[in-house]
């Protein structure tokens, strides 16, 4: 807060200057989408006010209609895309990269399923999903008990999203497939076309647990593409390697045709040299792979799941919720391309 002076009288250019006292920030966007502290002057009544009418709050109002009323419907892809949301390193946005993609592909016209394979159930609680122990549950679908049908529920935030729920009895799931046959591919079987073909789903999306466990190896093996999403932080980028590595395994003995198709930066911070050395380097090395679009740090964001919502539901206007949109909208213009190639 700043004071600035005052004269009680308009200045020549329509703005009332003010003595003693605090003058409104609000927060703009740096680089890359990064929150800066940017000084917001409030138009006097009958001047600048009326002739321009913008205001931080109406700016953000704008954004939300555009959010929850969008007159873009995105294209769909030229076949299904069954996509695996991993990293073995923790708090890097997985699950909240998982829940507000589908989210925003959902509320364009897309259908989307995500499937909860944290034992955590964190995308079931973003997605406001009962993962209550003894609700129909990916457990099951992977031990066999129920289909993928009986599995999926209705997200309350758009008809277009379902989810399959991760409850507590999936934390013991990775000891009880170690004596499966096909242990590694229990939820390709799960995921089958002709259990897909019941929901239709454009897009599948995996949230994984922060491992490299068997529940990771499952969705590698059932999924056609990768999705990384990275912090821009030193250590997230020292595990990369290792889960590009198991990402070579799964491909030499399990699933040939899965790659790398899409990784997005998470959690930039623009007033950190960090950030910027981070971003510079993973686009250095994987190019177009990486989405254009990053995600900046934001509490909008954060506070979300407490509400069993996505940042879309919670606040459509916030930066956090502009940002996945756009990284959703560069997802679905690359399926359609694909397609089209």
Same mark, same amino acid.
């Given at each position: 807060?700043?004071?600035?002076?005052?004269?009680?009288?308009?200045?020549?250019?329509?703005?009332?200057?003010?003595?003693?006292?605090?003058?409104?920030?609000?927060?703009?966007?740096?680089?890359?989408?990064?929150?800066?502290?940017?000084?917001?002057?409030?138009?006097?009544?009958?001047?600048?006010?009326?002739?321009?009418?913008?205001?931080?709050?109406?700016?953000?109002?704008?954004?939300?209609?555009?959010?929850?009323?969008?007159?873009?419907?995105?294209?769909?892809?030229?076949?299904?895309?069954?996509?695996?949301?991993?990293?073995?390193?923790?708090?890097?946005?997985?699950?909240?990269?998982?829940? +507000?993609?589908?989210?925003?592909?959902?509320?364009?016209?897309?259908?989307?399923?995500?499937?909860?394979?944290?034992?955590?159930? +964190?995308?079931?609680?973003?997605?406001?999903?009962?993962?209550?122990?003894?609700?129909?549950?990916?457990?099951?679908?992977?031990?066999?008990?129920?289909?993928?049908?009986?599995?999926?529920?209705?997200?309350?935030?758009?008809?277009?999203?379902?989810?399959?729920?991760?409850?507590?009895?999936?934390?013991?799931?990775?000891?009880?497939?170690?004596?499966?046959?096909?242990?590694?591919?229990?939820?390709?079987?799960?995921?089958?076309?002709?259990?897909?073909?019941?929901?239709?789903?454009?897009?599948?999306?995996?949230?994984?647990?922060?491992?490299?466990?068997?529940?990771?190896?499952?969705?590698?093996?059932?999924?056609?593409?990768?999705?990384?999403?990275?912090?821009?932080?030193?250590?997230?980028?020292?595990?990369?390697?290792?889960?590009?590595? +198991?990402?070579?395994?799964?491909?030499?003995?399990? +699933?040939?045709?899965?790659?790398?198709?899409?990784?997005?930066?998470?959690?930039?911070?623009?007033?950190?040299?960090?950030?910027?050395?981070?971003?510079?380097?993973?686009?250095?090395?994987?190019?177009?792979?990486?989405?254009?679009?990053?995600?900046?740090?934001?509490?909008?964001?954060?506070?979300?799941?407490?509400?069993?919502?996505?940042?879309?539901?919670?606040?459509?206007?916030?930066?956090?919720?502009?940002?996945?949109?756009?990284?959703?909208?560069?997802?679905?213009?690359?399926?359609?391309?694909?397609?089209?190639?």
């Amino acid at each position: 807060m700043h004071p600035e002076r005052q004269t009680g009288a308009p200045g020549r250019d329509g703005w009332e200057r003010t003595q003693d006292v605090p003058r409104e920030t609000s927060t703009g966007r740096g680089r890359h989408g990064a929150p800066d502290d940017v000084e917001v002057r409030r138009p006097v009544n009958g001047t600048a006010g009326e002739e321009g009418g913008w205001t931080p709050i109406a700016e953000e109002a704008e954004r939300a209609a555009r959010v929850l009323h969008p007159d873009l419907i995105l294209p769909r892809p030229a076949h299904r895309r069954v996509m695996t949301i991993a990293n073995q390193k923790g708090g890097v946005g997985k699950t909240t990269t998982a829940v +507000n993609v589908a989210a925003a592909l959902a509320l364009h016209g897309l259908k989307v399923l995500v499937v909860d394979l944290d034992p955590q159930g +964190n995308a079931s609680t973003a997605l406001g999903v009962d993962h209550r122990s003894g609700t129909p549950s990916v457990y099951e679908v992977l031990i066999g008990e129920i289909s993928l049908a009986d599995a999926a529920a209705v997200s309350d935030q758009s008809d277009n999203l379902f989810c399959v729920p991760a409850t507590i009895d999936l934390a013991g799931a990775e000891i009880e497939l170690v004596s499966m046959i096909n242990r590694e591919s229990r939820l390709k079987e799960a995921l089958s076309a002709e259990a897909l073909d019941q929901l239709q789903p454009d897009y599948v999306l995996i949230d994984c647990p922060p491992s490299l466990g068997l529940l990771t190896v499952n969705a590698m093996v059932a999924a056609q593409e990768i999705f990384i999403p990275i912090q821009c932080e030193y250590y997230a980028l020292e595990g990369l390697g290792q889960l590009l590595r +198991n990402i070579e395994l799964v491909q030499a003995h399990l +699933n040939p045709r899965l790659s790398v198709s899409t990784i997005l930066l998470t959690m930039y911070d623009g007033r950190t040299k960090l950030a910027d050395q981070v971003t510079a380097e993973v686009r250095g090395h994987f190019g177009d792979t990486v989405l254009k679009t990053v995600i900046p740090r934001s509490v909008k964001v954060s506070e979300a799941p407490g509400f069993g919502q996505t940042v879309l539901a919670y606040d459509p206007g916030s930066r956090g919720a502009m940002s996945y949109l756009d990284a959703a909208r560069e997802v679905a213009e690359r399926g359609a391309q694909e397609g089209a190639t």
